[in-house]
């Protein structure tokens, strides 16, 4: 093959195909990706809204997969960002490069099995497992059998089988009865219905593709579960890698709750004798006895009644794998029955082994965390035993950056002005600086068991001039916020800033009760209509604040990250207060002990870059494109004054600051006016 020309004219070329003009940090960025690839280092890159970040690594990963004949793993945190690589960056980009790179390049997306539709259970009909609320529910019945008959008459017609394809959406009940889990899939040699199997035919497209987009919970899947998932690929990138340690905690989180074991009572049915599927009915029983006399929250410690009810779970468990016995030459019914309560019931006794074991260790050694989460007053929370990771640095050091080279992307990554905290969730050692190699022809290092993984970090900056088009005005002279709700003050606040900046107002709460009452609140105190999360799905509300550049918007988590306005409907982004973890968060809590039982600073290591990330991603709303200005605003004076506040600060955009209220309200004043006239 021809040598391809070098990353820099591919990137000016797609540049220029698309329409847009190069900017310093998207070259730098697609160099440092180029020389990662050369070197097998890792590379941690912040790029900034405007930045050209898709571009900046998808050059140099296309040139390396169409080079090498490679495939290359591009992962994402949202739905959004895939949506906008395959349904528009790609196609672009293969089609810009075609003719520079003798073929068009190839591309893919890839999602979990229970993502697409099962055409096995399609025509076999779904296992008998009606959930509670639909006994004795005639309405949820109905709509059930109404979704489940519109899955059948979208199977004939769908090409992808893609959830995300079918529009209007069906209810996670109803799509359940119609997909498989990857452990309950009979496997594309077994299922009289593999070859027309939608997910297989997404795995096998995704083998040929140069480059293939997936999410953060499949590639945790692939590198911490045992089983293939993707394609064989030497590169993967992490886009929205700010993202990556929640999502890869989730995949790692297991939970134990009575209803399961109901349900694998139910899938063991005949096929065992009823005494051995009995008493796994009675060790579910003994489980909900126990978990109804205990209280909501972290356990330090493993009760002894606990105990006993999950060693009863464990070992009638395992009675139910042994009962079912080694796979037998079946007809396909029986064998889909017997995958469905295998699947489960090693769930079941797995997840009961790792509770019994999580307490082995002392406090400053412990691997997980377990905690006890629902409400038996309430019928839709019954509670569960949840057990999750302190800390996945150990997997990801060991399953994704060990076997190949990982570059990490995201507007936000730097915390306090370094990379250091991310990287030590990643598994990473802090504060890596990697040289330039001119030695051997691949320029990898020979690997060795010992040698710690090399990364390197790079700003690339943004195109936007912070300082000039937003302003980070701390509210200083407020009271520090309390448990209680929003202060009368805080209120008080909201309204000023509001009214100055003729509504253009994103508000981003700690909680929804606080979202709700400012909404409340404020609605009888200004001219400009508030939407507020939960009125209506979030895509719809966004649509709407976009649409109506008097409109405010107020919400909770999903709109810290989620939200990209551009223009003059958002001029002003008001947060009410630090977004410190929960006091009561058990995942979190016991995060921040293990860190001071090992002599470390918790409170900073996890409260403190927990809540820098999510200001970051918060104050990252305000400036979309290049001709936004406006206000980020935060009414919690602790940012201020407190001592970790100069840490939080360095997370936040180089922004113009202020303590001066009138400054603010004038500011917002004329650029109302400005964009008014």
């Known amino acids: 093959m021809p040598e391809l020309p070098s990353v820099e004219e591919l990137l000016a070329e797609a540049v220029e195909a698309l329409g847009g003009k190069q900017r310093p940090g998207q070259v730098e960025m697609a160099l440092a990706v180029e020389r990662a690839i050369r070197t097998g280092e890792h590379l941690a890159v912040q790029a900034g809204t405007g930045t050209g970040k898709s571009l900046g690594y998808l050059v140099p990963a296309v040139r390396h997969a169409v080079a090498e004949d490679a495939t290359v793993v591009v992962s994402t945190a949202t739905i959004a960002l895939q949506r906008q690589l395959v349904d528009r960056d790609l196609p672009r980009l293969a089609t810009a490069l075609k003719k520079t790179l003798g073929r068009e390049p190839t591309f893919a997306i890839l999602k979990g099995r229970?993502?697409?539709?099962?055409?096995?259970?399609?025509?076999?009909?779904?296992?008998?497992?009606?959930?509670?609320?639909?006994?004795?529910?005639?309405?949820?019945?109905?709509?059930?059998?109404?979704?489940?008959?519109?899955?059948?008459?979208?199977?004939?017609?769908?090409?992808?089988?893609?959830?995300?394809?079918?529009?209007?959406?069906?209810?996670?009940?109803?799509?359940?009865?119609?997909?498989?889990?990857?452990?309950?899939?009979l496997g594309v040699s077994k299922c009289p219905i593999g070859v027309d199997c939608f997910a297989e035919r997404a795995r096998a497209e995704a083998?040929?593709?140069?480059?293939?987009?997936?999410?953060?919970?499949?590639?945790?899947?692939?590198?911490?579960e045992g089983y293939k998932v993707l394609p064989d690929h030497d590169l993967v990138i992490v886009d929205e890698a700010h993202d990556l340690v929640d999502r890869v905690t989730s995949v790692a989180t297991a939970e134990l709750s009575t209803a399961a074991l109901a349900i694998a009572v139910r899938r063991c049915g005949r096929q065992i004798e009823e005494d051995v599927a009995d008493q796994l009915s009675e060790a579910g029983e003994g489980l909900e006895i126990v978990l109804s006399e205990m209280p909501i929250g972290r356990l330090d410690a493993m009760p002894r009644a606990l105990a006993g009810a999950l060693a009863a779970v464990?070992?009638?468990?395992?009675?139910?794998?042994?009962?079912?016995?080694?796979?037998?030459?079946?007809?396909?019914?029986?064998?889909?029955?017997?995958?469905?309560?295998?699947?489960?019931?090693?769930?079941?006794?797995?997840?009961?082994?790792?509770?019994?074991?999580?307490?082995?260790?002392?406090?400053?050694?412990?691997?997980?965390?377990?905690?006890?989460?629902?409400?038996?007053?309430?019928?839709?929370?019954?509670?569960?035993?949840?057990?999750?990771p302190l800390g996945v640095g150990g997997l990801l050091r060991e399953r994704l950056f060990a076997p190949r080279t990982t570059v990490l992307t995201s507007a936000t990554?730097?915390?306090?002005?370094?990379?250091?905290?991310?990287?030590?969730?990643?598994?990473?050692p802090a504060s890596s600086q990697v040289p330039v190699v001119d030695a051997t022809a691949t320029e990898k290092e020979v690997p060795s068991d010992l040698s710690a993984p090399r990364?390197?970090?790079?700003?690339?900056?943004?195109?936007?001039?912070?300082?000039?088009?937003?302003?980070?005005?701390?509210?200083?002279?407020?009271?520090?916020?309390?448990?209680?709700?929003?202060p009368p003050a805080y209120l008080d606040e909201l309204v000023e800033l509001v009214n100055a900046a003729g509504g253009r107002t994103l508000g981003l709460f700690s909680s929804m009760r606080a979202a709700k009452q400012a909404s409340e609140a404020i609605r009888s105190r200004i001219e400009?209509?508030?939407?507020?999360?939960?009125?209506?799905?979030?895509?719809?509300?966004?649509?709407?604040?976009?649409?109506?550049?008097?409109?405010?918007?107020?919400?909770?988590?999903?709109?810290?990250?989620?939200?990209?306005?551009?223009?003059?409907?958002?001029?002003?982004?008001?947060?009410?207060?630090?977004?410190?973890?929960?006091?009561?968060?058990?995942?979190?809590?016991?995060?921040?002990?293990?860190?001071?039982?090992?002599?470390?600073?918790?409170?900073?290591?996890?409260?403190?870059?927990?809540?820098?990330?999510?200001l970051a991603q918060g104050a990252g709303r305000l400036l979309r494109s290049t001709n936004d200005k406006g206000v980020v605003a935060i009414l919690d004076p602790r940012l201020a004054t407190a001592r970790?506040?100069?840490?939080?600060?360095?997370?936040?955009?180089?922004?113009?600051?202020?303590?001066?209220?009138?400054?603010?309200?004038?500011?917002?004043?004329?650029?109302?006016?400005?964009?008014?006239?």
């Open 114 to 185: 229970r993502n697409y539709l099962c055409m096995h259970r399609v025509h076999s009909g779904a296992p008998d497992e009606p959930e509670d609320e639909g006994l004795f529910d005639a309405f949820a019945i109905s709509r059930l059998g109404r979704d489940v008959k519109r899955l059948h008459e979208w199977s004939s017609d769908t090409e992808t089988g893609d959830r995300d394809e079918l529009v209007p959406g069906v209810s996670d009940q109803a799509w359940r009865q119609l997909s498989v889990s990857a452990k309950e899939c």
């Open 207 to 224: 083998g040929r593709a140069d480059v293939v987009v997936t999410n953060h919970a499949l590639l945790a899947i692939d590198a911490l």
């Open 314 to 388: 464990r070992d009638s468990a395992h009675r139910c794998i042994t009962a079912l016995g080694p796979e037998r030459k079946e007809d396909p019914e029986g064998a889909v029955g017997r995958k469905l309560a295998l699947a489960l019931l090693d769930e079941i006794h797995d997840t009961a082994v790792r509770l019994l074991e999580a307490f082995d260790e002392d406090e400053a050694h412990r691997r997980d965390v377990v905690w006890l989460a629902g409400d038996f007053r309430d019928d839709s929370k019954p509670p569960t035993v949840k057990v999750a």
């Open 413 to 428: 990554l730097t915390l306090g002005g370094t990379f250091d905290a991310l990287a030590r969730q990643w598994g990473l």
């Open 455 to 486: 990364w390197s970090g790079m700003d690339v900056g943004s195109p936007f001039e912070h300082g000039r088009s937003g302003i980070l005005y701390l509210a200083r002279h407020l009271p520090t916020p309390g448990r209680d709700g929003l």
């Open 528 to 614: 400009y209509p508030v939407l507020c999360q939960g009125e209506d799905s979030t895509a719809q509300l966004v649509k709407k604040f976009a649409e109506d550049v008097r409109c405010c918007l107020f919400g909770t988590l999903s709109l810290w990250q989620g939200v990209d306005v551009p223009g003059d409907s958002l001029q002003l982004v008001v947060v009410d207060r630090i977004p410190f973890p929960r006091p009561d968060d058990p995942l979190a809590s016991a995060r921040q002990r293990a860190v001071e039982a090992r002599g470390g600073n918790g409170f900073l290591t996890v409260a403190a870059t927990h809540a820098a990330l999510l």
């Open 644 to 677: 970790y506040g100069g840490f939080l600060r360095a997370s936040l955009p180089p922004f113009w600051t202020t303590h001066d209220p009138e400054v603010v309200r004038a500011a917002l004043k004329r650029l109302d006016a400005a964009a008014s006239a």
